[in-house]
C-alpha cells in the first residue's frame, strides 16, 4: 500500500500564487510518475501537471506558462507552483501516483485539496 498526501490548498485572490505539495509514503515501492489533476463543481477531473521518473514533465495548456511541477529535495514528493491564479483554476485538486510495487503496476490518488480563487 502507498500513501498519497496532498498539502497546501487554501483561498487565493485572482492573480495570486499557491504551492501544493504532494508526498507518497509506502514500503518498496518506485514511483513511474506522479500527476496533478483537478476537479471543479460539475465537471470531469482533469490533467494539470504530470512529471515522469526521467524529470520531463507536461502541462494542460489552460496552465502553461503559469504552473510548474517540480520535485521536492523530500524523498517521493512533488510540488506545484500555482502562479496568476485565475477564479476558473477554482477546483479540487487530486495529487495521483503511478507506481510500481512489488512487481506490479497501481495508481494511487490522495485526498484532494481545495483550491478557490475568489475576490
Known amino acids: 500500500q502507498v500513501h498519497v498526501v496532498e498539502s497546501g490548498g487554501g483561498l487565493v485572490q485572482p492573480g495570486g500564487s499557491l504551492r501544493l505539495s504532494c508526498a507518497a509514503s509506502g514500503s518498496s515501492f518506485s514511483i513511474n510518475a506522479m500527476g496533478w489533476y483537478r476537479q471543479a463543481p460539475g465537471k470531469q477531473r482533469e490533467l494539470v501537471a504530470a512529471?515522469?521518473?526521467?524529470?520531463?514533465?507536461n502541462y494542460a495548456d489552460s496552465v502553461k506558462g503559469r504552473f510548474t511541477m517540480s520535485r521536492s529535495n523530500a524523498k517521493n514528493t512533488v510540488l506545484l507552483q500555482m502562479s496568476s491564479l485565475k477564479p476558473e483554476d477554482t477546483a479540487v485538486y487530486y495529487c495521483?501516483?503511478?507506481?510500481?510495487?512489488?512487481?506490479?503496476?497501481?495508481?494511487?490518488w490522495g485526498q484532494g485539496t481545495q483550491v478557490t480563487v475568489s475576490s
Open positions: 512529471i515522469t521518473s526521467g524529470d520531463t514533465t
Open positions: 495521483h501516483a503511478a507506481v510500481s510495487q512489488w512487481g506490479t503496476r497501481t495508481d494511487y
